[in-house]
């Protein structure tokens, strides 16, 4: 069986490209690079000893893509490829929109053209906004609170409309809670391009010294110490959820999204204190304003996944930050050569 990944080459792509390969699949990438390298992929075969094939092509160019497709007798389509930096997208909205909706636009026209009909999504718990219940169910009621959350939306939307146009349509909108850590090898990981948005990337280059101390985004919060909490989740258990996603396609039709969360969740404090006691390092911070648009609590009701899909997260977080931090420390080594 050949999958396609779109935005193979980015965090959570390049670690379900190891599970997909492990797991005996036939791997093609479509990626334009613009947030990835090339290497990376390398790094993946290496791991897995086994070979994908790249194509370096933008998913806005469905002449190219439509090539691919061409080439390659494709069973099913997993679609990472989009923008995701929040700031970003409250500053330039119409490059978010156009890229995130007309690449997946392009996308499903293509797939259709080829009879390819499979299609696991990466949505992001960011659609639920700020939540008013948590845990958080699926059917919690959708808003968000920047154009970045608005195109999960949007696009969750659209991928409802193409299978309810056709029951041949099997899709799966995967609404990840926060993805951290890395593959045990420590030879792919996240890598922010900048400044990190997030919170771990931002610890783990603290750790190496890239940034001198962590600011912790409002500690006035009614949660236990006051910072907020949330839902992280392990990016190979994420990973394996998308191959389990992929399996249940082959025998269901229409829309079904799930929430990927360990259904666990954690303070600010309490992930610095982790990873303190994973990486051995101390952690400079010092408490700053709330971030506009924080959620102060969100973890994820993750049963669905369970019970549907047979997929359950298994990696604590103390291994995330274990996972993280040998990435972080790789890759220094690796700058500092
Ligand atoms: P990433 O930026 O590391 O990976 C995305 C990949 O898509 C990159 O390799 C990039 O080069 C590629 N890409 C971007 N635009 C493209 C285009 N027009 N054509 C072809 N390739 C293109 O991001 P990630 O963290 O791996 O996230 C993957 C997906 O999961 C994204 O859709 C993101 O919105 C979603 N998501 C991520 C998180 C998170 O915290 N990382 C949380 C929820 C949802
Ligand atoms: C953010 C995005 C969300 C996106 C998710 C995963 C916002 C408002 N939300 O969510 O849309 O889906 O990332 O990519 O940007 N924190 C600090 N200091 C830092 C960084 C973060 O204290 O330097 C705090 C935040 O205030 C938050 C927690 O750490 O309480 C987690 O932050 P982050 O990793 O950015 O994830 P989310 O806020 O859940």
Redesign the pocket.
Known sequence: MSILVTGGAGYIGSHTCVELLNAGFDVVVVDNLTNSREITLKEVESITNKNLTLYSVDLLDSESLHKVFENHTIDAVIHFAGL?A??ESVEKPLYYYETNLRTTINLCKVMEAHHVHKLVFSS???VYGIPEQVPVLETAPIQA??P??RTKIMIEDILRDVAAASDKWSISLLRYF?PIGAHKSGRIGEEPSGI?????P?ITQVAVGIRDE?????DDYPTEDG??V?DYIHVVDLALGHLKALEKLDSSSGTQAYNLGTGNGYS?FQVISAFEEASGKTIPKKVAPR?A??APV?YADATKAEQDLGWKAERGLLEMCEDSWRWQSHRSKQNAK
Not at 196 to 200: G, I, K, S
Not at 214 to 218: K, R, T
Request: glycine residues 14%; charged residues 15%; contains cysteine.
């Open positions: 995701k929040v700031g992001s718990a960011t609170t920047n970045y959350g926060n990190p948005n997030n919170l771990m931002y962590l600011s912790v985004f409002g910072t907020c949330r600010v971030r648009g924080d969100t």
